[in-house]
């Protein structure tokens, strides 16, 4: 009994020290304030993995120990349940498994001092996530939490945030040195504390502090600082979704046109995702936006969605440079994506390799956002230019997280930049995170001696100068820096210098320690013929969605009573139940006509697009009286899945069976979708010819005719439309947009308004309304608008809109 209670005990000792580290840092993550704390996050897994007294110890320990220190860094995962971070941190943990084999084996092999071998295999490790995790999402490198002591960050602009990381982890391995010689040697100085290892390995950690700390005291007094551009950064303490993108972008032209005063800024700056949608397609950002840079006298610097040429039915994620008079000057799209958010890591090597995994995988990623995200990176860092009167002013746009990857604003320095400026949608992710952003927007300053300048849409948003010091913050209407909204209005201060050393190292610091930490685990094979006592596989099996697509049903017999049954399901709200039976009314063409409608609606539903696709191929294929209809539905289903290609051929094969109004439009508003107009115009005119007697593709070629400029002719259109069917609200809206687009304001409010009681919940209506009312000055009109919108888009949840 005795062996078994003191085996247990051991085993509750290793998973102690494994986990406390999760324990510290989780508690740093909520309290940035107590920034010592990481001082000691490493000294459990030196202990557990450097003990001479104690028996080898299991690496699984220490991955189940970084893995709870990865989910207890990222509690932003938790909001969309528990698989989220149990998964992001199966992947993001990879990197970090090698410190303790490596660290373990280095120590048995030589002895070394741990305040030496801790930072060096700890850096080496930083570097690593920093370079291969996905997404290059590594937000907590320990010399992070020392970003607000000034004097110490000094030293990053020769070895960037790792050279503070260094020292904060050395203070790990020196605590570990110091407890095992007064556990082995006892309380005597000259045996214990006072012995010649420990007092020089105390001395040389205290002179490196000192050093470090009189080098940032002589940089700070020597960094000259010289005036900037004035910008305005607008933080409008809103969550950005595709379902809110008119009040959101109401929001933001009303805070702005009350906030900032008129020819007092040289740029104003809106978050990232400010506007969700394309800024060129149809709708009216840019003429509001060209309307505001003349009225302000400024540049505009604004997050939307872009086109990326080549790939259509994709988005990229970009900052647009509009100058005072409503040019796109330049443009920057994201380069490092978020996966899974953002895009789909790995996509078209899976769609290559292994088919059945890839659409596996896609069907999981639905299912845990909600969507399939559409984003293309960018090519790199750009240089844009800010024209003063003190002349033009080369700075650099980072998106969201891509100042946690060092090299990127570094690349920046290099350039010629001369401020950076990061504008992010970070949503309800929470005040201390959004802190820890903050701190490492604080070394990327102090980096490459660049000015920052931060605009979140819930903060914190403010002014870092080149040497890492806040110059100011936002503070909203409630007096806060985070869930606030507010304007900030600030000068960028601007060093003078060349770019640093280390913009131009290439993270040697950091690749030093890696060089040094192979060496010295290479030579401790070489040194010696011990194995490792112990191996760690880590292997992450993804299966959902794994049963491919159904099969349309072979029993004519239960045909009918599966058509009823499946309806019934589907106005339950029981879709994957429906889906069954509606693909068992398959069984016979007649009910399986009926079927085809709600079929997609729950192929949809359930998050399977892909499986619909492959579904309506195998319908067409067994009934050839069917396959007009069933190719459209695939179509649909492909354009779904990410495949604007291979959804046009299947809506062309569709009207080369049988002309249908329904493919017509679905094909038209593809087309329009990706950009190209004029071949939409072209098949709205063919379909129009081939069926003219529809209803439908009427309004979409007027609104389609109004996008593209084509004003007079889509009046006509539209105007047709209406004689026909008064009580059509979106024909209405668009009629309404011509008459502005010609200048006929009153026109225009009475077919907005005329649109609102045919639909008294028009969003689109009440947006138009409001745009004119700002132009014209009246705010309390435009507020009352902006809050019934307001009203209507909270009923319309989170997820992606789908177009009319």
């Known amino acids: 009994m005795s062996t078994r209670l003191q085996h247990a005990g051991r085993i509750g000792a290793a998973l102690a020290l494994a986990f406390l580290p999760a324990l510290v840092l989780g508690i740093y993550v909520r309290h940035p304030a107590l920034a010592r704390l990481p001082y000691l996050a490493l000294l459990p897994w030196v202990v557990l993995y450097t003990d001479d007294r104690r028996p080898s110890v299991s690496v699984v320990y220490y991955f189940l120990g970084a893995l709870a220190t990865w989910i207890a860094l990222y509690p932003g995962c938790y909001g969309y349940g528990w698989i989220a971070p149990v998964f992001m941190g199966l992947i993001c943990v990879v990197p970090w498994m090698p410190f303790a084999p490596i660290l373990r084996r280095v120590h048995r092999s030589f002895a070394l001092p741990r305040v030496l071998t801790v930072p060096l295999i700890w850096v080496a490790i930083e570097w690593l996530r920093a370079e291969v995790t996905v997404g290059h999402f590594d937000l907590y ?123 007092e800024v040289d740029m104003i700056i809106w978050p990232e995702n400010a506007i969700m949608d394309d800024i060129r397609r149809g709708g009216p950002y840019l003429e509001d936006l060209r309307w505001l840079a003349a009225e302000k006298d400024a540049a505009l610097l604004v997050g939307a969605l872009g086109l990326p040429v080549g790939h259509p039915g994709r988005t990229t994620n970009t900052a647009f440079l509009l100058t005072r008079d409503g040019t796109i000057a330049g443009t920057y799209a994201k380069t490092y994506l978020f996966p899974w958010s953002e895009y789909v890591p790995q996509d078209d090597l899976l769609r290559r390799l292994a088919p059945a995994l890839h659409r596996s995988h896609r069907i999981l990623t639905r299912k845990s ?178 049963s491919g697509a159904p099969d349309p049903g072979r029993d004519p017999g239960i045909a009918s009573p599966s058509l009823q049954r499946g309806l019934r399901l589907l106005d339950e709200g029981s879709h994957q139940e429906a889906l069954e039976a509606l693909t068992a009314a398959c069984g016979e063409a007649a009910p399986c006509r009926r079927a085809l409608q709600p079929t997609a609606v729950c192929f949809i539903k359930v998050g399977e697009p892909e499986h619909g696709a492959d579904y309506f191929a195998a319908v067409a294929e067994r009934y050839p009286e069917l396959a007009a209809e069933a190719l459209s539905y695939r179509g649909y289903m492909l354009e779904k899945s990410l495949e604007p ?160």
Request: glycine share 10%; hydrophobic share 45%.
């Open 141 to 263: 490198r320990l010399g992070y939490s020392q970003a607000r002591f000034t004097h110490l960050a000094q030293i990053s602009d020769v070895t960037g945030v790792y050279g503070v990381s260094f020292l904060v982890a050395a203070v790990s391995g020196l605590l570990s040195d110091l407890g095992f010689s007064l556990r082995d040697h006892g309380w005597s100085p000259r045996r214990g504390w006072g012995r010649p290892r420990i007092v020089v390995s105390v001395a040389v950690l205290a002179g490196l502090f000192l050093a470090v700390w009189a080098y940032g005291a002589v940089r700070l007094r020597g960094l000259e600082l010289l005036d900037g551009p004035r910008l305005a950064v607008v933080q409008p303490n809103v969550l950005h979704t595709i379902r809110n993108l008119r009040g959101v972008h109401l929001t933001q032209l009303l805070m702005t046109d009350e906030k900032v005063p008129a020819g």
């Open 369 to 546: 956002w909600g969507f399939l995200p559409t984003g293309v990176a960018g090519e790199g860092m750009v240089l844009l230019g800010l024209p003063t009167d003190d002349g033009e002013f080369p700075f650099s746009v980072l998106i969201c997280v891509e100042n946690a990857y060092p090299p990127f604003p570094a690349e920046a320095g290099r350039a010629g930049a001369r401020f950076l400026v990061n504008i992010t949608s970070e949503g309800d992710v929470g005040g201390p995170v959004q802190e820890q952003l903050l701190r490492i927007c604080i070394f990327r300053a102090v980096e490459s001696r660049l000015a920052y300048v931060r605009a979140g849409n819930t903060g914190i948003s403010g002014f870092i100068d080149p040497a890492g010091r806040v110059q100011s913050l936002l503070l909203g209407e409630r007096g806060r820096t985070t869930f606030d909204s507010g304007v900030l209005i600030d000068r960028v201060r601007v060093a003078s210098g060349e770019p640093t050393v280390y913009s131009r190292s290439a993270d040697a610091f950091a690749k030093a320690c890696v060089v040094a930490t192979l060496l010295i685990w290479g030579w401790s094979w070489l040194s010696t013929r011990r194995r490792t006592s112990g191996t760690l596989v880590v292997s992450v099996l993804l299966a959902a969605g794994c």
């Open 645 to 804: 290609g291979a959804a046009e051929e299947a809506y062309r094969r569709s009207l080369a069976l049988a002309a249908s109004e329904e493919a017509y439009a679905l094909l038209a508003k593809l087309l329009v979708r990706n950009g190209e107009m004029e071949r939409a115009i072209e098949t709205f005119r063919e379909g129009l010819g081939a069926l003219p007697r529809v209803t439908t593709l009427p309004f979409l070629y007027g609104r389609a005719l109004m996008m593209h400029g084509e004003l007079e002719e889509s009046r006509k259109v539209l105007a047709a439309v209406l004689a026909k069917d008064p009580t059509n609200g979106p024909a209405w809206d668009s009629l309404g947009r011509v008459y502005l687009a010609t200048g006929e304001n009153p026109a225009a409010v009475a077919a907005f308004r005329r649109a609102l009681e045919v639909d008294p919940a028009d969003v689109e209506a009440r947006y138009q309304l409001a745009r004119i009312a700002i132009r014209r000055g009246d705010t309390e009109e435009a507020h009352r608008l902006l809050r019934e919108i307001e009203e209507i888009e909270t009923t319309l949840g989170r997820g992606p809109r789908e177009e009319d």
